[in-house]
């Protein structure tokens, strides 16, 4: 049995151990405080970071797709991303895909047990015919979710690029993937609850994977999202506005 208390995301915060006797500024200060030390998390991995982003670029440049794969928070955080991708890249739905353990029901209510079923992961990914030429992310706060372990182990089998993005020290998921990206935030602030600030480290960090690979293969000029579809009145203002800009 693992002893999940030994994972840096599951410590009590001695910072906030008393945060229930707080009236509500004070409360709100100390999660503030704790947030502040995200961005210096993120910073101490962008060489990781970078790496990635070449993969990733390299993996789009020869017409393969990136997945990610996470459950709860994580897979949530890399759904939204994915789903981000074609209004502000201009880029298909399959050239950046989400994969959450329970399908698209756990992206609004839980699915108790999914995360920990090893081979659901294989079953998904061979669902969207993911292959060599592709490359996975896979997310885990923890590092140990089966799985996203489950999934890395099916990609590197078929020879597939891994990246693992996860908030512990040396976590299984760093020991396994080609690129390990472990921004550690420490302890949060309500002891466990890692839609905090590893999931906001964790969001940072995918942000900067796909803006910056779309950046090199050619979606941005400037920095300007020069391949934006005109779906609304916003989008259709912001394209004028680009196109004078570029003349």
Not at 200 to 227: D, P, Q, S
Request: net charge neutral; glycine share 10%; aromatic share 4%.
């Amino acid at each position: 049995m693992e002893n999940f208390s030994d994972l840096t995301t599951e410590k009590i915060n001695p910072a906030t151990a008393h945060i229930d006797e707080c009236s509500t500024l004070e409360m709100v200060k100390l999660i503030n405080d704790e947030d502040k030390k995200i961005a210096t998390a993120v910073e101490r991995v962008l060489p990781q970071i970078a790496q990635a982003v070449d993969a990733i670029a390299e993996s789009f440049s020869r017409g393969g797709r990136l997945f990610y794969i996470g459950a709860g928070t994580s897979g949530r955080l890399g759904v939204l991303d994915a789903s981000e991708c074609p209004p502000t890249f201009g880029v298909s739905p399959e050239m950046v895909q989400g994969l959450i353990a329970g399908g698209e029901g756990a992206l609004i209510r839980a699915v108790e047990g999914a995360e920990d079923n090893f081979s659901l992961a294989e079953k998904n990914l061979s669902e969207k015919n993911f292959c060599a030429a592709d490359i996975l992310v896979g997310i885990t706060a923890s590092g140990r979710t089966p799985y996203v372990l489950g999934g890395v182990d099916f990609a590197k089998k078929i020879g597939a690029k891994t990246i693992g993005v996860s908030c512990v020290e040396n976590s299984g998921l760093a020991q396994v993937v080609d690129i390990a990206i472990t921004p550690v935030t420490g302890a949060e602030a309500l002891t466990g609850s890692t839609r905090m600030k590893a999931g906001t480290a964790t969001k940072m960090v995918l942000n900067m994977l796909t803006t910056a690979a779309m950046i090199k293969i050619g979606r941005v000029r400037g920095n300007l999202m020069i391949c934006v579809q005109a779906t609304n009145d916003k989008l259709r203002d912001r394209i004028k506005r680009i196109s004078e800009m570029i003349k």
